[in-house]
């Protein structure tokens, strides 16, 4: 007998449930690669995505990126943004 599938809050997201992300630049425009915790980053919404650069720019900054841009799914919805002060 199998189980049916975990109803949505008490389950992860599957990624196409978490479309949001940031590609993350160096200075020469390519992509960074920086600790998962930071780098491997969806969200469900724009909002969350948002918000949680918010929080965590400055540390995103020492680990050399130098600027941003917000995917959903594959599309570059804005930037690049630039993370310099």
């Known amino acids: 007998m199998s189980l049916p599938d975990l109803p ?7 990624p196409a449930e978490r479309p949001w992300c940031w590609r993350l630049l160096d200075a020469a425009g390519s992509e960074v690669a920086v600790a998962e915790e930071y780098g491997d980053q969806r969200f ?25 841009i917000l995917v959903e799914h594959d599309r570059d919805v804005y930037g690049p943004m630039s993370l310099e002060a």
């Open 8 to 14: 949505p809050t008490f389950r992860q997201p599957a």
């Open 44 to 68: 469900v919404s724009q909002g969350d995505a948002e918000s949680w650069l918010g929080e965590i720019w400055h540390e995103l900054a020492d680990l050399g990126v130098t600027a941003v």
